[in-house]
């Protein structure tokens, strides 16, 4: 089954202490990203990688770090969170858009994060 | 100046009826208009998308871009309480970047 998979769902943590947010998916997809969805801001880009070892800054990548070692795995590394972290998170997936075609995002079930 | 302008809701419909979900936008770069659907608890998942103006129809569900107006549309015939869910719309640029904007989403109840 095609997926994407984020761990953990759940999580609380303390004012920080570094977590890392991991996101896998099994569609040999190149292009990854990852969004926060707050009440009345929607869902916002926080970083993105095209391929392996090419990530780049979404719209609010402030507190956040990425890396892209393989293709299937792309986690979020929070090195310091702060309570304006606490957020909805989710991580996607989609093809490479070569060619100008677009493709879907598919996205996984999220990882709701409490910074306190 | 917000890039996609989406009416948040609450929205509440009976069943059986014709829903308009809306939203504006204000990039006219944007190619590929999309139509997520999320669930409470789950991620968004693609529903329908149109490329640039023009209508695309998918059983119940019709979506709407008029680029000269900058206006995108869904429209829901036959409304069922499984549509429940929150709706965003999120134009793409295509070409060399896959980025999605989305709007804050419209959260749709179809009573019973």
């Known amino acids: 089954e095609a997926q994407v998979t984020q761990n953990p769902r759940y999580l609380i943590t303390v004012t920080g202490k570094k977590l890392t947010v991991t996101c896998s998916q099994n569609?040999?997809?190149?292009?990854m990203s990852w969004y926060r969805q707050d009440p009345g801001l929607g869902l916002r880009q926080i970083y993105y990688?095209?391929?392996?070892?090419?990530?780049d800054k979404g719209d609010v990548p402030e507190g956040y770090k990425v890396s892209r070692k393989e293709k299937r795995n792309f986690p979020l590394i929070l090195e310091s969170p702060s309570p304006n972290q606490t957020s909805l998170y989710f991580c996607?997936?989609?093809?490479?858009?070569?060619?100008?075609?677009?493709?879907?995002?598919?996205f996984g079930q999220g990882t709701r994060l409490t910074v306190v | 100046q917000k890039e996609v302008e989406q009416d948040p809701g609450p929205l509440s419909v009976p069943e059986g009826a014709i829903v308009s979900l809306n939203c504006t936008y204000s990039?006219?770069?944007?190619?590929?208009f999309m139509w997520y659907r999320q669930y409470s608890r789950k991620g968004p998942e693609l529903l329908m998308y149109?490329?640039?103006?023009g209508n695309k129809e998918d059983g119940r569900f019709t979506a709407q871009v008029d680029k000269s107006s900058k206006y995108i549309s869904l429209f829901i015939r036959d409304s069922q309480p499984s549509d429940s869910a929150t709706y965003l719309c999120?134009?793409?640029?295509?070409?060399?970047?896959?980025?999605?904007?989305f709007g804050t989403g419209t959260l749709l109840a179809v009573q019973p």
């Open positions: 996607a997936s989609s093809l490479s858009l070569l060619g100008g075609v677009s493709t879907e995002a598919f």
């Open positions: 569609m040999n997809h190149e292009y």
């Open positions: 990688s095209m391929n392996v070892e090419v990530t």
């Open positions: 990039n006219s770069a944007f190619q590929y």
């Open positions: 149109t490329y640039s103006s």
């Open positions: 999120a134009p793409n640029y295509g070409g060399a970047t896959n980025k999605l904007i």
